[in-house]
C-alpha cells in the first residue's frame, strides 16, 4: 500500500495509522464505530495522529499483557451496566403494572355499586368515542371519554389526567387537548366503574372506529364489555357507501369521521371535531341517516 502524504486530511483506522507508523496523539483521540457488542473500530484523522517512535509502535503491536486485561475488564463492566440497566427498566414496567393492579382492586367494590345503580335507569343503546394521547393502546393513554344515547342525551362525559404521559405533541394538535386542560381531572381507573355501570346495561354499543381503536383502548384499561352486546362500527359500514376501493388492499378504504359527516351534510354548530362528545353527536347523526331514521 501506497504511504499518503502526511499532510493528508484523510481518515483512517487506528491500525492503518500505525501500518503507515503513526498512533494517536491522546488517548481519547478519534471516533469509534461500533460493529459488535462490545466491539469497535477507531477512526483517526490526520491531526489526530502523530510520527510514532519505535516504542510506541512496540506498545501498540505487542500491549502489555496487563494493559490488556485492564481493557477486557473495562469492556467487562460496560457490559455489566447494560445489563443493570435494562434489568432497571424492567422492574419500572412491573411497578407501574402493579399500580394499575392496585387501582382496580380499590375501585372494584366502587364497580359493583355503579352497577347496581345502572341497573335501575339502564339505557340500551349508546355510542361511545375516547379522545388518547396516541394510537397505541397498550402504551398511550385515554384523555377523555364521552358517551350519550340513541336519542342524544349525554349519559358520561370527563377528562382524565394522564398517569404516566406528561406531554403528547401529536395528539394535541388534532385534539387540542392540553395538558394544563387535565390537570385537576381524575384518573381513567377512578372513572372507569361509572363507564363500566353505563356499559353493563347496553344492548348496542355505535362508534367510529371502534374496533380497531376505542375497544381496545376501553378494554387494556379495565372496561367490561358485555359478552352478548353488539357493537357497530359506523365507519365499516360507510366505507362501501362511499366507494373509495384500494386494489392494495382488495377492500374499500376506511374514511375519517370528518369525510362521513361532511358526506352526510352533518351541522356541527358549537361543536369541534376531534372532541369525544362532538364526535358522538356526529357518529349518530350518520348512523341514524344511513339508517333512514333522519334526513
Not at 460493529?35 to 512496540?58: F, N, Q, W
Not at 401529536?170 to 394544563?180: C, K, L, Q
Not at 376501493?245 to 362521513?260: N, V
Amino acid at each position: 500500500m501506497r504511504v499518503k502524504n502526511p499532510n493528508d486530511k484523510s481518515v483512517l483506522t487506528e491500525r492503518q495509522w500505525a501500518k503507515k507508523g503513526y498512533v494517536k496523539n491522546y488517548a481519547d483521540s478519534g471516533k469509534k464505530k461500533w460493529i459488535a457488542k462490545d466491539k469497535y473500530v477507531l477512526y483517526l484523522s490526520r491531526a489526530e495522529v502523530h510520527k510514532a517512535t519505535k516504542e510506541e509502535l512496540k506498545a501498540y503491536w505487542h500491549p502489555d499483557p496487563q494493559h490488556k486485561a485492564h481493557l477486557q475488564k473495562i469492556l467487562e463492566d460496560i457490559r455489566k451496566i447494560k445489563e443493570e440497566r435494562e434489568f432497571e427498566e424492567i422492574e419500572i414496567c412491573i411497578e407501574r403494572l402493579q399500580q394499575k393492579v392496585s387501582v382496580l382492586e380499590k375501585t372494584a367494590v366502587q364497580l359493583i355499586k355503579q352497577i347496581r345503580l345502572a341497573s335501575d335507569n339502564p339505557v340500551e343503546v349508546i355510542v361511545f368515542d375516547l379522545e388518547t394521547t396516541g394510537l397505541d393502546y397498550s402504551h398511550d393513554e385515554i384523555l377523555q371519554a364521552s358517551i350519550i344515547s340513541g336519542t342524544g342525551e349525554t349519559l358520561y362525559d370527563s377528562y382524565f389526567k394522564p398517569i404516566y404521559a406528561k406531554s403528547w405533541k401529536g395528539a394535541e394538535s388534532v385534539n387540542y387537548i392540553t395538558p394544563e386542560m387535565v390537570a385537576n381531572a381524575p384518573n381513567i381507573y377512578q372513572e372507569m366503574p361509572k363507564i363500566n355501570a353505563i356499559l353493563s346495561n347496553a344492548k348496542t354499543i355505535i362508534g367510529y372506529n371502534h374496533f380497531a381503536f376505542d375497544i381496545p383502548f376501553l378494554k387494556a384499561n379495565g372496561a367490561v364489555i358485555p359478552e352478548d352486546v353488539e357493537i357497530i362500527d359506523v365507519m365499516l359500514k360507510f366505507a362501501p357507501i362511499y366507494g373509495e376501493y384500494s386494489e392494495y388492499f382488495e377492500d374499500y378504504k376506511w374514511q375519517k369521521l370528518t369525510t362521513c359527516a361532511e358526506y352526510y351534510h352533518y351541522d356541527w354548530g358549537n361543536d369541534k371535531a376531534h372532541n369525544s362528545l362532538a364526535d358522538c353527536r356526529a357518529t349518530l347523526f350518520c348512523y341514524q341517516v344511513m339508517r333512514g331514521e333522519r334526513k
